[in-house]
């Protein structure tokens, strides 16, 4: 053993922790994260697609109310929900 990995492994002993500090718990934590991340990602993508199909059922008074023609409304609606 090399005096580097002595070191630590000593170390790791008096504090009562594992020697490699990446240990499952952290791991699962990381992997939690990055769940929720992409759980808010498709919920923001969904939520986009479904704001563009309502555009796409409004009449031509609602449209006028806020801003947007008919041509405009059926541009957006058809666009992919990754766009």
Do not use: Y
């Not at 630590?8 to 769940?35: E, I, N, Y």
């Not at 199909?53 to 957006?76: F, N, P, W, Y």
């Amino acid at each position: 053993m090399n005096t580097i990995a002595t070191i630590r492994h000593s170390s790791a002993k008096l504090s009562g922790q594992s020697a490699r500090p990446s240990d499952r718990s952290g791991f699962v934590s990381r992997l939690v994260r990055v769940l929720r991340s992409l759980a808010k990602w498709i919920d923001h993508l969904l939520e986009r697609r479904r704001s563009r199909l309502v555009l796409l059922e409004m009449t031509d008074d609602q449209l006028k109310d806020i801003g947007v023609s008919r041509c405009d409304a059926h541009r957006e609606g058809i666009r992919a929900f990754w766009d």
